[in-house]
């Protein structure tokens, strides 16, 4: 018994550690020292110091060779990556036929893919329009709402570099984004309506509208998509772009974000 003590004395110390450079402090500071991190968990420095050691050697922690603080790993957001692409994978769902119930339309998860969106999960109302044929397939990023969704927190710059290679062709009879510049502008149209909005650009009689889910850090991890007819949703778009916010804000909260309140 005492040697469980003592593991779970270990555990929680460590977990607290970890927490405490998840912390508002550690983050704007880029990192804590011992001295200070075994102020907040209200631990001895020599076993702050030995905990986070041990901590270095398996990469949650690693220390600033130049102000010798600690922050977390590489190692300890690879982890949590994995862990937020189940959690998205579990938690979406429940949500996405909630708007579906609310809306009578299909909705889609979608993922980026370089300069291309992939969607991966798919719910859909009785009249099903066209809803077994997504998920697995990939299409531009440019032309779609979903993709343009995923592209919310884009700079120009970094527009620039994801599309370098890309040649802006048309896929329905609307074109809006010829080059990264018209992109950039759709974008920020988006970002300012906290939702992609998309009519005839990826294929004739269809619109659609998507709006990003954040993760626990604030990352942009998936899109959440309506498509449907358009003389079934074009005199709703915004209705629906609300909705599809709003839903999207519910998943990104489920997956520990932050600013699931500001989508």
Same mark, same amino acid.
């Not at 984004?177 to 005839?200: K, M, N, P, T, W």
């Not at 709003?246 to 998943?251: L, T």
């Given at each position: 018994?005492?040697?469980?003590?003592?593991?779970?004395?270990?555990?929680?110390?460590?977990?607290?550690?970890?927490?405490?450079?998840?912390?508002d402090?550690?983050?704007?500071?880029?990192?804590?020292?011992?001295?200070?991190?075994?102020?907040?968990?209200?631990?001895?420095?020599?076993?702050?110091?030995?905990?986070?050691?041990?901590?270095?050697?398996?990469?949650?922690?690693?220390?600033?060779?130049?102000?010798?603080?600690?922050?977390l790993?590489?190692? /300890?957001? =690879?982890?949590? %990556?994995? +862990?937020? $692409?189940? &959690?998205?994978?579990?938690? *979406?769902?429940?949500?996405?036929? !909630?708007?579906?119930?609310?809306?009578?339309?299909?909705?889609?998860?979608?993922?980026?893919?370089?300069?291309?969106?992939?969607?991966?999960?798919?719910?859909a109302?009785?009249h099903?329009?066209?809803?077994?044929?997504?998920?697995?397939?990939?299409?531009?990023?440019?032309?779609?709402?979903?993709?343009?969704?995923?592209?919310?927190?884009?700079?120009l710059?970094?527009?620039?570099?994801?599309?370098?290679?890309?040649?802006?062709?048309?896929?329905?009879?609307?074109?809006?984004?010829?080059?990264?510049?018209?992109?950039?502008?759709?974008?920020?149209?988006?970002?300012?309506?906290g939702?992609?909005?998309?009519?005839?650009e990826?294929?004739?009689? /269809?619109? =659609?509208?998507? %709006?990003? +889910?954040? $993760?626990? &850090?604030?990352?942009?991890? *998936?899109?959440?998509?309506?498509? !449907?007819?358009?003389?079934?949703?074009?005199?709703?778009?915004?209705?629906?772009?609300?909705?599809?916010?709003?839903?999207?804000?519910q998943?990104?909260?489920?997956?520990?974000?932050?600013?699931?309140?500001?989508?």
């Amino acid at each position: 018994m005492p040697a469980e003590r003592a593991g779970s004395s270990g555990l929680r110390r460590d977990i607290d550690l970890l927490q405490a450079l998840a912390g508002d402090e550690a983050l704007q500071r880029g990192g804590l020292g011992v001295v200070r991190l075994a102020e907040l968990v209200q631990r001895e420095k020599s076993q702050v110091s030995r905990a986070l050691r041990a901590l270095e050697k398996v990469g949650l922690v690693e220390r600033d060779p130049v102000t010798r603080e600690y922050r977390l790993g590489w190692q /300890l957001f =690879g982890l949590a %990556a994995r +862990v937020g $692409d189940m &959690r998205l994978l579990q938690s *979406a769902p429940p949500i996405m036929r !909630a708007l579906v119930d609310e809306l009578g339309e299909s909705v889609h998860l979608c993922v980026l893919q370089a300069n291309q969106v992939l969607t991966v999960l798919t719910e859909a109302p009785v009249h099903a329009f066209r809803a077994t044929g997504w998920v697995g397939r990939t299409f531009p990023a440019y032309c779609s709402s979903s993709g343009r969704a995923l592209l919310i927190d884009y700079t120009l710059d970094e527009l620039a570099r994801r599309f370098l290679h890309t040649t802006f062709e048309p896929y329905g009879p609307v074109q809006l984004v010829h080059s990264v510049a018209d992109l950039f502008q759709q974008v920020q149209i988006a970002r300012r309506a906290g939702y992609a909005a998309v009519c005839e650009e990826f294929e004739a009689e /269809l619109v =659609g509208v998507s %709006a990003p +889910v954040r $993760d626990f &850090r604030g990352r942009i991890v *998936a899109s959440l998509n309506i498509s !449907a007819p358009k003389f079934r949703l074009h005199d709703k778009l915004d209705l629906a772009g609300r909705a599809a916010a709003s839903y999207a804000a519910q998943i990104s909260a489920r997956m520990g974000s932050v600013r699931a309140a500001d989508i």
